[in-house]
T-cell receptor
Framework: AQSVTQLGSHVSVSEGALVLLRCNYS??????LFWYVQYPNQGLQLLLK??????LVKGINGFEAEFKKSETSFHLTKPSAHMSDAAEYFC?????????????FGQGTRLTINP | NAGVMQNPRHLVRRRGQEARLRCSPM?????VYWYRQLPEEGLKFMVY????????ESGMPKERFSAEFPKEGPSILRIQQVVRGDSAAYFC???????????FGDGTRLSIL
């Protein structure tokens, strides 16, 4: 079974600083990888997805992630944090045979932005 | 364009009662997924359905939980004889097909008294 590990349950950065949220996955097949963001009392919003095309994936709100097969990583970055980025972030890998798919999520990383 | 609609947003039940959670997928989406989020945890897959078919229910508890996605109407997640441990946020997602992004609703927060 595939799994996802997010290093750091809480990350705190200053406004304007680099955001780096770490995600490592395990998969026996080429993975489909996703980053989602969750604001309080809301559902998950897709930030970006990797589907075996370009290894550097650009998403919404200035976020991007780089797929590194050798490191089995898919870390999320943003050059300059904004107060509105404060939320919980989830990395996920899709799992399942053709026609039967589910997402396996990491534990989440809560991002705090300091003024 | 309406997103994934879940209702109710909040549901309170006493132990032993039944809980019914509804999910209407995005227009044009025929794949529905249910996930559960326990406090301070990530989301855990429960069940994957297409119209009138359960495709993967490997994450569903063996007893008391059931799901359906009828030909007409929303998908329903049903929990019978609820217990305190069922308190969680239940999220529905929908997609257009295999390995397509799943779009999530705002969830139903179930509280058991």
């Amino acid at each position: 079974a595939q799994s996802v590990t997010q290093l750091g349950s809480h990350v705190s950065v200053s406004e304007g600083a680099l955001v780096l949220l770490r995600c490592n996955y395990s998969s026996s097949v080429p993975p489909y990888l996703f980053w989602y963001v969750q604001y309080p009392n809301q559902g998950l919003q897709l930030l970006l997805k990797y589907t075996s095309a370009a290894t550097l994936v650009k998403g919404i709100n200035g976020f991007e992630a780089e797929f590194k097969k050798s490191e089995t990583s898919f870390h999320l970055t943003k050059p300059s944090a904004h107060m509105s980025d404060a939320a919980e972030y989830f990395c996920a890998v899709s799992e399942g045979i053709q026609g039967a798919q589910k997402l396996v999520f990491g534990q989440g990383t809560r991002l705090t932005i300091n003024p | 364009n309406a997103g994934v609609m879940q209702n109710p947003r909040h549901l309170v039940r006493r132990r032993g009662q039944e809980a019914r959670l509804r999910c209407s997928p995005m227009k044009g989406h025929s794949h529905v997924y249910w996930y559960r989020q326990l406090p301070e945890e990530g989301l855990k897959f429960m069940v994957y359905l297409q119209k009138e078919n359960i495709i993967d229910e490997s994450g569903m508890p063996k007893e008391r939980f059931s799901a359906e996605f009828p030909k007409e109407g929303p998908s329903i997640l049903r929990i019978q004889q609820v217990v305190r441990g069922d308190s969680a946020a239940y999220f529905c997602a929908s997609s257009t097909g295999f390995n397509q992004p799943q779009h999530f609703g705002d969830g139903t927060r179930l509280s058991i008294l």
